[in-house]
């Protein structure tokens, strides 16, 4: 998962409200439990010392904001919010097992990374003979449109008839096809790399769609999947694609999460170009040296981490982070905060373009939960 989606928050200095909140809509009075729920939080806020600016700016996008999905669907969102201003609203894949609220130096957006970090993004391509639509799939809520290509629309269909002339026409049809898939691809390509997805999945005409496979470049290839489901047609097959969807995004994050970690473990041992420091660290010491230093590229986080509360501090930079409070002031802040390691090792990683790994599996975790992939070193 790269962290992008977090940058807003990265660019501003707190105290940060975070809240995660149940929206889902399972009950005909939503918009009266959304008037609930905001009172709630707004109440949690205040008694954590929360401004009344910022307390009010999350009530109100909790309770003014329609429910997400359809009647009965089950839904969580994240608001992050400083200075009368909520910076960041992002949807969960599920409510949180528990609402909550903090108020805190750095924005408390771990829970947000594991809940999302499993979910690679997807470009997803509807192919038929004439054409593409491209939509995007991530965790923003929604499908974001990417694009499309149209290609030609005659001749396309072929006839029932053998004669000579018929035949010859059946072949300039097909020559269509194989032009239009070429199209296709060339513009799928394209899309993918300006969407930032992390895989495509071809949906729509069975002979099309494989044919604008075999046309794409070998590295594309390795992250393209099929589905029988969904087309260019509104509505076609929706359900059984979205399972697919889903099915796609979990599936490459394993394979993700699985070479990363390879990487990592290869990486803790002794260096094979000849330099004494591994490409690779684990433990709060290391992890904050790394990310004040910019030399993390990707971090690694096991779900509820043994050292993930432990105690950093922070100044109002991302980089401003160290082990010890006695540190801050050489970084050059002289009130420093105390933070949760996770959040702040977040923050930074985010803050320097790094990306970050959600590792579900204990038995492969780095010792206490967290990691990185270092960039460089010493």
Known sequence: MQLSLLQPITDRPGPWASVYADVSHTTE???????LSANDMASRLTALGADRATRDAVH?????APPRGEPGARAGRALFATDGEVVLDAPLPGPPAAPFATWS??????PLVEATGGRSPCLVAFVD???ADFTLRDDTGGDQPAGGVEGETWPVHRTATADWSERHFQTKVENTWERNAGEIARAAQEAYENSGAAVL???GDPRERRSVYDKLPKPLRSVTYESEHGGRAPGADSVRLERDIA??????????????????HAGEGPRTDGGGTPYAASGVPALVEAAREHRIDTLLIAPHAAD????VWVGPRADQVAARSSEVPYLGEVRPASARADDALLRAAAASGAGTVVV??????PAGGLGAILRWNH
């Open 308 to 311: 993930a509360n432990r105690e």
């Open 105 to 110: 130096p750095v924005a408390r957006v771990a």
């Open 60 to 64: 109100e996008a909790l309770a003014a």
């Open 29 to 35: 009075d939503a918009a009266k439990q959304r008037e």
């Open 360 to 365: 579900r599996d204990p038995e492969d975790a």
């Open 129 to 131: 003979r004439t054409g």
């Open 201 to 203: 999945l071809l949906a």
């Open 247 to 264: 099915q796609v995004r979990a599936v490459h994050e394993r394979e993700r999460a699985a070479e990363v970690m390879g990487r990592f």
